[in-house]
């Protein structure tokens, strides 16, 4: 995403998927003047599927911005003028103090920002609180910050050193009291974007009075604000993507039945020592898995593309993760043959937080080389997957459920998945899938049963 | 309706004998028989005439007993008649449920589409005549929980007139409820069939601000509420329904999508009603284009009394429409205390 020039570093529109055409310029986090480390979030990109934070991979000093917030650019267009710095003079100076508007790029590199991007759940040091830093939040005020639904750094501490009576939560609730709005209303404000802080909060705000706002005459022709939504234009894209998988791809599909007696067992033994925070679930041993035997099996592990199968260097995992409002992103996972289960297990809560936000990044979102889907606990048994192109497998598990097996010419109940490979039957055969599966079911019975001890 | 279809002036009750007649004139199949529809006219006296016309075989009295002569109606449909069986008042019709709903609603469904049951069951409805508790039922909506059964409702005389030809072609069992309160109102009537299908809902008067749904006898009382709204500003459509199964959702949704708001206005009972069915579509289909809470009128939730000032205070009227718009115009939410 950058290129070398005479006046600098050329910082241009990255692809974020192989599908990616366009993207359009969320917000800048940085100013020409800034210095930027390696890793820091320096633009948010919007694409048609999801807010994505894109980072620099050297550190550099910002010269100049070239596309402004909401533009819409071609991948591949620059967009900001990078100076390159000596990485020894970068890493000894010190850069936050210019930008305390801003502190959350002030951070150190990603890891530390992740928990920046939650909600607040108690008050914290604000520019909206004159003295909040001197906070105290007794249960109670806790409590009641939450039941009433207020924002904790609009409240104004009336007591000695700031400190936060029942009263000041009480007057900020008053404050930001929001008027009735009629559900039509809701749905143009959401269309037109308009804030319902602009209507008196005593009020009643009908469809009218947003259309009014939103662009004069009473009445005017609804299509004014008819965009489609974020949520419109991610099934578009899913629609589209599908549809010529769908069309182009000759789709085979197997599937194996996997006993995951013994990993179960291994798991909870495993997870009974650790910290509730850490424990390991199914499904990051099944990607683990998935992973190890796309790398075993190199020939579901890659593109087709103009004709002809290229396969990729290394593995890296897609994961297709649902969202609660509907709609399915597909964060990929680098190197993912190399990764432990709690590795794993780890790197799939971070992409499950960002997507949920709508914040996946740059480095979430590369090429898969193999795509994952995990119907998970509540899912149906098994699935016959729709292949992700330019991709020539995808990899699909059911919910582990019991089911009865022949142990030892014995019926026994045991805990199973149902793996299915769905194979594009132009780059690999029958067999190449079957051995496949077979990879993956020895890898969940020997090596990463062995991990977990 | 097409323009250049010539009207005349008639009653209900004259535009279903018109109905009637016409239909029995063209069709051999078809014959009409119920209690004292014949020798005596008709309890509404809707088949006045009609047993000199067509004599007794085709007039025929029956014995007190609405399970016997809707099942005999139910008979003579699966073996190849056209039958319009008449039940004096809804009430009534209770007795003969049995056959209504577990004959005629199932049969075709029973039989794996065998046998069809294509009967037609006409009945009056709706209070506001001092009948008392017993004869001044809107069960409308109870009949129109089952699947099996087309339920129609004309609300208009024209609706009188024309709505019978097609539930009598319709291949299942057709039930009309005739609003008691129309057979002596006067409106004006088609010559030739206009031809408007039996499933679909009409706009009878169109308007921006406001949509009063409603059906049967309390159309011509939305009518006159929506003229009474318009001389205050409000500019009210009125839906009349017309065929409680199917519902037309399709006009409903349309209109409120327009309007923004809506009113329902039914004479039955509120708790378990049509009027929540309504409503109910409106929010699963239309939920973000309202700009308030959809509003029911109905009638008060007690045995309509017979002295006739409190009956029409139970029942839905001008004045409490009027005031309902009001406050579903100021975007008030209409408390349930609105009975």
Redesign the interface.
């Given at each position: 995403m950058t290129t070398k020039t005479d006046v600098g570093t050329m910082f241009t529109m990255p692809s974020l998927g192989a599908d990616m055409t366009e993207g359009r310029i969320t917000e800048w986090l940085v100013q020409p003047g800034d210095h930027v480390e390696r890793g820091q979030i320096v633009v948010i990109v919007e694409t048609d599927k999801s807010d994505i934070e894109v980072e620099v991979f050297e550190p550099a000093d910002v010269a100049e911005l070239l596309v402004a917030a909401g533009d819409l650019v071609p991948v591949g267009t620059p967009i900001a003028v990078f100076e390159p710095v000596d990485p020894r003079r970068a890493t000894t100076k010190h850069t936050a103090a210019s930008r305390d508007e801003a502190p959350d790029t002030a951070d150190a590199p990603s890891p530390a920002r992740t928990p920046s991007l939650a909600p607040a759940p108690t008050p914290s040091p604000s520019p909206h609180a004159g003295a909040a830093a001197a906070h105290v939040t007794s249960p109670m005020i806790r409590h009641l910050v939450d039941e009433l639904h207020v924002d904790p750094r609009r409240v104004q501490g009336s007591g000695p050193g700031g400190r936060v009576h029942r009263a000041d939560v009480e007057a900020a609730a008053a404050a930001s009291r929001r008027p009735k709005v009629s559900p039509r209303a809701r749905r143009l404000m959401s269309e037109c974007g308009i804030d319902p802080a602009v209507f008196d909060a005593t009020s009643y705000v009908t469809g009218d009075d947003v259309l009014a706002r939103a662009s004069g005459p009473r009445r005017p022709a609804p299509a004014v604000c008819e965009q489609p939504s974020k949520a419109d234009r991610m099934r578009t894209h899913i629609a589209e993507l599908m549809t010529r998988s769908w069309a182009e791809i000759p789709h085979f599909h197997l599937a194996k039945r996997i006993d995951l007696g013994a990993l179960t067992e291994r798991l909870a033994e495993a997870n009974e020592a650790r910290a509730l925070s850490d424990r390991v679930v199914p499904g990051a041993l099944l990607l683990c898995a998935a992973a190890r035997a796309a790398a075993m099996v190199p020939a579901c592990n890659g593109w087709w593309v103009d004709g002809r199968f290229r396969p990729a260097d290394d593995v890296r995992l897609g994961v297709v993760l649902s969202l609660r409002s509907g709609g399915i992103l597909v964060p990929t996972i680098d190197r993912a043959d190399e990764q432990t289960p709690f590795d794993m297990m780890k790197r799939l809560s971070e992409l499950v937080q960002r997507a949920r936000q709508g914040r996946l990044r740059a480095s979430d979102m590369g090429e898969a080389t193999i795509t994952v889907t995990n119907l998970g606990d509540l899912g149906a048994d098994s699935v016959a997957g729709v292949i992700h192109p330019p991709q020539v497998a995808l990899v699909g598990f059911g919910a582990v459920h019991d089911e009865v097996s022949i142990i030892d010419a014995m019926p026994a109940i045991r805990p199973v998945v149902h793996a299915s490979l769905a194979g594009d039957h132009r780059a690999i055969d029958g067999l190449t899938g079957s051995r496949y599966l077979t990879q993956l079911q020895s890898q969940l019975a020997g090596p990463l049963l062995e991990e977990l001890s | 309706m097409s323009t250049d279809n010539e009207t005349v002036q008639m009653t209900g009750r004259e535009a279903m004998r018109e109905a009637m007649r016409q239909a029995m004139l063209s069709d051999d199949r078809v014959f009409l028989m119920g209690e004292d529809v014949g020798a005596y006219g008709g309890c509404f006296a809707v088949s006045a005439g009609m047993l000199d016309e067509f004599g007794p075989s085709r007039v025929r009295d029956t014995p007190l007993s609405e399970s016997a002569f809707v099942g005999a109606g139910i008979g003579a449909a699966m073996g190849g008649m056209r039958p319009i069986v008449e039940i004096m008042t809804v009430n009534f019709s209770l007795l003969a449920l049995d056959q209504i709903m577990n004959n005629a609603a199932t049969l075709r469904h029973m039989s794996g589409g065998q046998v069809g049951v294509p009967l037609v069951i006409r009945m009056t409805t709706g209070g506001g005549r001092q009948l008392a508790a017993q004869h001044s039922h809107s069960l409308d909506g109870w009949y129109g929980h089952i699947p099996g059964l087309k339920i129609v409702a004309p609300g208009t005389i024209d609706d009188f007139r024309w709505m019978l030809g097609p539930a009598l072609a319709d291949p299942d069992p057709v039930i009309i409820f005739e609003n008691g309160g129309l057979y002596g109102a006067t409106g004006e009537v088609s010559q030739t069939d206009p031809g408007f299908p039996l499933n679909r809902a009409s706009v009878r008067r169109a308007g921006r601000d406001l949509s009063l749904i409603t059906f049967g006898g309390t159309l011509p009382t939305c009518l006159e509420a929506a003229d009474q709204l318009a001389t205050h500003g409000v500019e009210a459509e009125v839906i009349d329904l017309r065929s409680l199964r199917p519902i037309d959702d399709e006009t409903i949704i349309d209109s409120i999508s327009r309007t923004?708001r809506a009113i329902v206005v039914d004479e039955g009972w509120k708790s378990v009603g049509l009027s929540g069915e309504i409503a109910a579509r409106i929010m699963e289909q239309a939920?973000?284009?309202?700009?308030?809470p959809v509003a029911r009128v109905c009638t008060a939730e007690i045995p309509l009394p017979y002295p006739h000032h409190l009956e029409l205070a139970a029942m839905p009227s001008v004045e409490r429409i009027v005031d309902t718009a009001a406050r579903v115009m100021?975007?008030?939410a209409v408390a349930a205390a609105v009975a």
């Open positions: - | 923004h939920f973000y284009e309202l700009d308030a100021q975007g008030e």
